[in-house]
């Protein structure tokens, strides 16, 4: 199994840049495709941006498509998601996660192991 940190989280004012990191540990991390996640006060978990296991392809919600960035370093056992043009709806938890399953997904439950969480705050 893997263990997963996020960090880099904090307030910025709109239109700013965060970069959010998510350290693995545990197996390598080159098995698992890597998503994010995020869960705003009262609503539910969703999906933000996944990087594949083999090929690295990235996806991305509609929301944040152009905007954010999802990265990978396996020898550093680390993913990334870094965040431009910032915006107040952008406000949430954000959650990275690890998925073993076959091919890849957008769905949270087809994600085995996820981190603890790191709050984005973004101001008007």
């Known amino acids: 199994q893997v263990q997963l940190v996020e960090s880099g989280g904090g307030l910025v004012q709109a239109g700013g840049s965060l970069r959010l990191s998510c350290a693995a540990s545990?197996?390598?991390?080159?098995?698992?495709?890597m998503g994010w996640f995020r869960q705003a006060p009262g609503k539910e978990r969703e999906f933000v941006a996944v990087i594949t296991r083999s090929t690295s392809r990235t996806y991305y919600a509609d929301s944040v498509k152009g905007r954010f960035t999802i990265a990978r370093d396996n020898a550093k056992m680390t993913g990334y998601l870094q965040m431009n043009s910032l915006k107040p709806e952008d406000t949430a938890v954000y959650y990275c996660?690890?998925?073993?399953?076959?091919?890849?997904?957008?769905?949270?439950?087809?994600?085995?192991?996820w981190g603890q969480g790191t709050q984005v705050t973004v101001s008007s």
């Open positions: 545990g197996r390598t991390l080159s098995i698992y495709n």
């Open positions: 996660a690890a998925d073993r399953s076959l091919g890849y997904g957008f769905e949270s439950s087809r994600y085995d192991y």
